[in-house]
Nanobody, 118 residues
Framework: QVHLVELGGGLVQAGGSLRLSCAASGRTFSSYTMGWFRQAPGKEREFVGSISRSPSSTYYTDSVKGRFTISRDNAKNMVSLQMNSLKPEDTAVYYC???????????WGQGTQVTVSS
């Protein structure tokens, strides 16, 4: 069982920055692929990006490339999502998720709200 808790989020003006963190339980965190997803009101949940286990390759959806950066600290069981140049269309509930090796995101956090005002 893996427990995930997102930290951060809030209200920011367009062009601003926010950093989300996700704290994970589990003694083998370094072996997890961690993903970030978001769900805007009235829309389906979408993939934002992910970071694999070592050597920590990252992948991003096109709409956030160059603006968002995912990183991980295996010593602290943490993964972060740095969001820069935020746009109103980035407004959503953001979730972190863990793939513990089954090629699917089986564990999810509770989500944290990000609101970008224009």
């Amino acid at each position: 069982q893996v427990h995930l808790v997102e930290l951060g989020g809030g209200l920011v003006q367009a062009g601003g920055s926010l950093r989300l963190s996700c704290a994970a339980s589990g003694r083998t965190f370094s072996s997890y692929t961690m993903g970030w997803f978001r769900q805007a009101p009235g829309k389906e949940r979408e993939f934002v990006g992910s970071i694999s286990r070592s050597p920590s390759s990252t992948y991003y959806t096109d709409s956030v490339k160059g603006r968002f950066t995912i990183s991980r600290d295996n010593a602290k069981n943490m993964v972060s999502l740095q969001m820069n140049s935020l746009k109103p269309e980035d407004t959503a509930v953001y979730y972190c998720a863990a793939d513990v090796g089954k090629q699917s995101y089986d564990y999810w956090g509770q989500g944290t709200q990000v609101t970008v005002s224009s």
